[in-house]
């Protein structure tokens, strides 16, 4: 299948996000045009990739200097004690600005290898393959980078854009089930935070969706890509339209906290909970109807996501606790609290200076009825 295309440009570097099923084999042509003067690669694989894959990618690659290292991605292991061994690692095998890096991998990957990449020398060349469907629809795209710390999820990271993008969507088959599915619910949070008729396509297409029809998942990942190509394009340093990315974010991110980043709520699931809190809570503002609700909730359920705080096989936290997590967001800017809210589907918004006492009394009443 040929590549489908999107061309990202900024201010600062444009470069390709090339879309389609078994398309690696692009990826040695690609890396004489854009990094000509490379000697040496270090291939940074996510130890769940296929060695299959892993075994084409480097067999392609034989005619340059490889360093492989294969690594247990995980939110405990996104952190500056691999960031460090990483940078050794290139520094002992003297990398300069002109070679080059790729991660190969989910959203882990790719933002703990991008931010190794701009920092290593003031940066370098960066190419991303993710493996995942979140990472191909949003991690591997728009520029950040991060990793964890005690306090918080993302709370260390850079924008640092990759010189190339390879969203092959053969590896989605490759896939846990319930990866795949935690990736479908940053999918639908492009539908609803700016388009009804993406949202509606996907309620259409769920069953095609499901069973990883290649035309659809390829359509999906191609439009979801487009949509965060428009809105980073326009606010790539995240000061306005770019926070509407973090739709569900802000309590999904306090939900994976609370669990601690473990197996019981992955990303997307937080993700998935967090959209349904956020309309729930615009519908207590008055914002939005019953009907928008209920809709973003169907829809997920029929994804088999969870969307109730009573899906995570967990004890909750209180509301003041589920605050301060909320609070240690990186969305928090002066102290105050910004949530992405929706006036209905595909019409989201930045709230300013959340008011916390009503927040809080729209927790305990949600963790009361899921008590």
């Known amino acids: ?90 520094l002992s095998k003297n990398f300069n600005r002109s070679d080059l890096v790729i991660a190969i991998g989910g959203g882990i990957t790719g933002d703990l290898v991008g931010f190794v990449a701009s920092i290593f020398k003031r940066g370098l060349n960066f190419i991303s393959i993710p493996t995942t469907l979140l990472s191909q629809v949003d991690a591997a795209v728009g ?84 949509a965060k190509c428009r809105i980073v394009v326009a606010d790539e340093k995240e000061r306005g339209e770019r926070a509407l990315l973090n739709l569900g974010h802000t309590f999904g991110h306090a939900l994976e906290s609370w669990t601690n980043y473990s ?11 967090g959209c349904v809190l956020a309309f729930r809570y615009s519908k207590e503002l008055g914002y939005c109807s019953y009907e928008n609700v209920d809709r973003v909730i169907k829809h997920f359920k029929s994804a088999g996501l969870k969307t109730e705080l009573t899906d995570i096989p967990s004890e909750l936290p209180d509301a003041e606790e589920f605050i301060r997590l909320m609070l240690n967001d990186k969305k928090v800017k002066n102290g105050r609290l910004n949530l992405i809210l929706a006036r209905c589907i595909g019409k989201a918004f930045v709230s300013e200076n959340v008011c916390v006492d009503r927040l809080r009394s729209f927790l305990v009443n949600e963790l009361d009825y899921s008590s």
């Not at 846990?176 to 996907?202: A, C, H, M, Q, T």
Request: hydrophobic content about 40%.
């Open 263 to 273: 197996d019981k709520l992955l990303h997307g699931e937080g993700v998935s909970i």
């Open 143 to 226: 520029g950040k980078t991060g990793i964890n710390s005690s306090h918080g999820k993302n709370l260390i990271g850079t924008f640092y854009q990759p010189s190339l993008v390879i969203a092959d969507t053969a590896l989605l088959k490759t896939l846990p089930r319930r990866d795949f599915l935690s990736g479908y619910s940053e999918v639908v949070k492009y539908g609803l935070l700016g388009d009804l008729n993406f949202f509606e396509w996907l309620e259409k297409k769920i069953d095609c969706f499901l069973n990883v029809d290649p035309t659809i998942i390829n359509s999906a990942v191609r439009k979801a890509c487009m």
């Open 1 to 90: 299948m040929k590549a489908q295309e999107i061309k990202f440009k900024n201010l600062n570097k444009n470069y390709s996000i090339l879309i389609g099923s078994n398309i690696l084999k692009i990826l040695p042509n690609k890396i004489r045009l854009l990094c000509p003067r490379t000697k040496k690669i270090a291939l940074i694989f996510d130890r769940k990739v296929p060695n299959k894959f892993k075994k084409s990618i480097s067999k392609n690659l034989k005619k340059y200097e490889l360093l492989n290292y294969n690594f247990e991605a995980s939110e405990k292991t996104k952190s500056l004690r691999t960031v460090n061994f990483l940078l050794n690692k290139l």
